[in-house]
């Protein structure tokens, strides 16, 4: 079964290529959610895009820990488009589904390499994206997730491929891709805490 994206999350560490996957955002005319650094890299580009904090309605809040994190964004991704209910419960909250998601990690190992300093380190574990990935990756029945660069030629051929929509058996592919990742991910931490 293929999936229309209309809608798209795109929070990202690593920038690097974004502007590949935008343009083929922008050629099948998907719209964009965004914030912090990666919105503004966005704007940069020269392309339309959402701010996250104007999608919900909410300013972030303590230094950045919570702007994700909001019902309006985690219903989009976790809406099921097969259930009457789900339906019904969206159209009451006035709710866009999210169709993409792509986000990359705070980089932690990275952040181990140059400092000691517990409080950095603390701030550079990523709860929101994380989060995000697991509930995209929960729904790929009707949402794509994407947790690697490496694969946004993937997404590109597959857009191409399906006029716009993706297949089910590529976002269970992406899917299985990003729970390995989240898997690796707190398995880093967690050897952190027990090595620290």
Not at 103 to 121: A, E, G, H, Q, S
Not at 134 to 143: C, G, I, L, P, S
Not at 165 to 177: D, G, N, P, Q, Y
Not at 182 to 196: G, N, P, R
Request: net charge positive; with cysteine.
């Amino acid at each position: 079964m293929s999936q229309k994206i209309k809608n798209a999350l795109i929070s990202v560490s690593d920038k690097n290529e974004l502007i590949s996957i935008i343009k083929a955002l922008k050629k099948y005319k998907i719209n964009i959610i965004s914030s912090g650094g990666t919105y503004k890299a966005i704007k940069k580009m020269g392309f339309k895009c959402k701010d996250i904090s104007e999608h919900t309605n909410f300013t972030e809040m303590l230094d950045g820990r919570v702007k994700t994190l909001h019902p309006k964004i985690h219903s989009g991704i976790l809406f099921d488009r097969s259930k009457s209910k789900h339906k019904l419960q969206m159209k009451k909250q006035n709710f866009d589904p999210i169709d993409l998601v792509i986000v990359n990690f705070y980089p932690f190992k990275d952040t181990l390499r140059k400092t000691k300093d517990l409080k950095k380190i603390i701030e550079n574990i990523d709860i929101g994206g994380p989060t995000l990935v697991r509930a995209a990756a929960k729904n790929f029945k009707d949402v794509v997730i994407i947790t690697n660069r490496e694969n946004y030629s993937n997404l590109i051929l597959e857009l191409k491929s399906n006029k716009g929509k993706t297949s089910l058996a590529f976002r269970e592919r992406m899917a299985s891709e990003a729970f390995s990742q989240t898997a690796y991910y707190d398995s880093v931490i967690s050897e952190w805490f027990y090595t620290k």
